[in-house]
C-alpha cells in the first residue's frame, strides 16, 4: 500500500518466499526491493545477502518488518541492506528518505 501511495515507485514484482525474491530480483534487475525479515523458505537476511552476492548491479534493499529497528537494524545493514524500517513507521514520506539516503551513497 505504502509504493501505491509514492510516487515514482512501480511495483516490478512481488515475491512470496525468500528464493522467490532471490530469483526476481535477479530476473527483474530493480532499483529497489522492499524485503520482509520473516519469509518461508529463506529469511529476509539471507535472501538480501543472496540478492546482493548475484546481482551485477544489487539494488538498494530496505528491509521491513513488525519488529523494532532497535532489534534487528545492525544485522539488515550487516545482511546488504541500505536501510531497515520498521513497518510500523513506513510511510511514502520515509520511503522516499530511505531511497534519497542510499541513492545517494552509491552516487
Same mark, same amino acid.
Given at each position: 500500500?505504502?509504493?501505491?501511495?509514492?510516487?515514482?515507485?512501480?511495483?516490478?514484482?512481488?515475491?512470496?518466499?525468500?528464493?522467490?525474491? %532471490?530469483? &526476481?530480483? #535477479?530476473?527483474?534487475?530493480? $532499483?529497489?526491493?522492499?524485503?520482509? !525479515?520473516?519469509?518461508?523458505?529463506?529469511?529476509?537476511?539471507?535472501?538480501?545477502?543472496?540478492?546482493?552476492?548475484?546481482?551485477?548491479?544489487?539494488?538498494?534493499? %530496505?528491509? &521491513?518488518? #513488525?519488529?523494532?529497528?532497535? $532489534?534487528?537494524?545492525?544485522?539488515? !545493514?550487516?545482511?546488504?541492506?541500505?536501510?531497515?524500517?520498521?513497518?510500523?513507521?513506513?510511510?511514502?514520506?520515509?520511503?522516499?528518505?530511505?531511497?534519497?539516503?542510499?541513492?545517494?551513497?552509491?552516487?
Amino acid at each position: 500500500m505504502v509504493l501505491a501511495l509514492s510516487e515514482g515507485f512501480e511495483l516490478a514484482g512481488e515475491a512470496e518466499t525468500g528464493q522467490q525474491s %532471490v530469483e &526476481l530480483a #535477479t530476473t527483474l534487475r530493480p $532499483d529497489l526491493v522492499l524485503m520482509d !525479515i520473516n519469509l518461508p523458505d529463506i529469511n529476509g537476511f539471507e535472501a538480501t545477502r543472496r540478492i546482493r552476492d548475484v546481482s551485477p548491479r544489487p539494488p538498494i534493499v %530496505v528491509m &521491513l518488518s #513488525t519488529y523494532e529497528a532497535v $532489534d534487528y537494524a545492525d544485522r539488515a !545493514i550487516d545482511a546488504g541492506a541500505a536501510a531497515f524500517v520498521s513497518k510500523s513507521t513506513f510511510t511514502p514520506d520515509e520511503l522516499q528518505r530511505v531511497w534519497d539516503e542510499a541513492s545517494a551513497q552509491i552516487g
